[in-house]
């Protein structure tokens, strides 16, 4: 039984793709430009300096609870209401420069503040799962006889199971009993989407991928 998913943000898919991860699972990592909050960040970014969108590069997502309407970049001078608000820290790579880019309910702020590049928020939850999504991306292009590049990232929620099944157990497997933490992961094709469940290990279709 899953014990709790907390969707992060309103509008926006909110994943961290990194090199590292890819590289050392022996997968290459999903084009970040397909990730709708990571190409609203990379808009902004192009917008205010005049920086190509195709010589920005995605270096992580970090999904935050900004304390106010901020988005932890406050202007001198201004109020703003304090009420949490749940979005994104988005660093950003051009032209040798890391860039922060903050965001909630799709509006988007490239941060120039001193302490941009520090933790945004107590609480902030760092979500790296390029190895879960590829996983999940080649077993659905399997099953449906289709090129990867065809499957898309709808949505990802984090979540915490109560056993290894994760949710979807088989008939006659015993799992161990342990919590277990991973993400719910929409992946679509064409006019179909197929929920996924995954742990640090398995992307599992869940339910289970009946013909169309």
Same mark, same amino acid.
């Given at each position: 039984?899953?014990?709790?998913?907390?969707?992060?943000?309103?509008?926006?898919?909110?994943?961290?793709? !990194?090199?590292?991860?890819?590289? !050392?699972?022996?997968?290459?990592?999903?084009?970040?430009?397909?990730?709708?909050?990571?190409?609203?960040?990379?808009?902004?970014?192009?917008?205010?300096?005049?920086?190509?969108?195709?010589?920005?590069?995605?270096?992580?997502?970090?999904?935050?609870?900004?304390?106010?309407? *901020?988005?932890?970049?406050?202007? &001198?001078?201004?109020?703003?209401?304090?009420?949490?608000?749940?979005?994104?820290?988005?660093?950003?790579?051009?032209?040798?420069?890391?860039?922060?880019?903050?965001?909630?309910?799709?509006?988007?702020?490239?941060?120039?503040?001193?302490?941009?590049?520090?933790?945004?928020?107590?609480? #902030?939850?760092?979500?790296?799962?390029?190895?879960?999504?590829?996983?999940?991306?080649?077993?659905?292009?399997?099953?449906?006889?289709?090129?990867? #590049?065809?499957?898309?990232? *709808?949505?990802?929620? &984090?979540?915490?199971?109560?056993?290894?099944?994760?949710?979807?157990?088989?008939?006659?497997? =015993?799992?161990?009993?342990?919590?277990?933490?991973?993400?719910?992961?929409?992946?679509?094709?064409?006019?179909?989407?197929?929920?996924?469940?995954?742990?640090? =290990?398995?992307?599992?279709?869940?339910?289970?991928? *009946?013909?169309?």
């Amino acid at each position: 039984m899953k014990r709790h998913a907390t969707p992060l943000g309103a509008a926006a898919i909110f994943v961290a793709m !990194t090199a590292c991860q890819a590289a !050392t699972n022996g997968a290459t990592p999903p084009q970040d430009a397909e990730l709708p909050v990571a190409r609203l960040a990379i808009d902004a970014l192009s917008a205010e300096t005049g920086i190509p969108k195709d010589r920005i590069t995605v270096d992580s997502v970090t999904a935050v609870d900004w304390p106010d309407g *901020s988005l932890g970049c406050p202007k &001198p001078g201004m109020g703003y209401l304090t009420v949490i608000t749940p979005g994104h820290k988005i660093a950003l790579r051009a032209d040798g420069a890391i860039h922060f880019v903050h965001e909630a309910n799709g509006r988007a702020i490239v941060c120039r503040q001193l302490d941009a590049a520090a933790d945004p928020a107590a609480g #902030s939850r760092q979500l790296q799962f390029g190895k879960q999504f590829q996983l999940a991306r080649q077993d659905l292009a399997r099953r449906l006889n289709v090129p990867e #590049s065809a499957i898309r990232l *709808s949505a990802a929620t &984090p979540a915490v199971w109560d056993d290894a099944a994760l949710d979807c157990p088989e008939p006659g497997t =015993q799992y161990p009993q342990v919590e277990t933490t991973g993400w719910i992961l929409v992946l679509g094709h064409g006019k179909r989407e197929f929920k996924y469940h995954a742990d640090a =290990q398995r992307a599992i279709p869940c339910p289970a991928i *009946s013909a169309e």
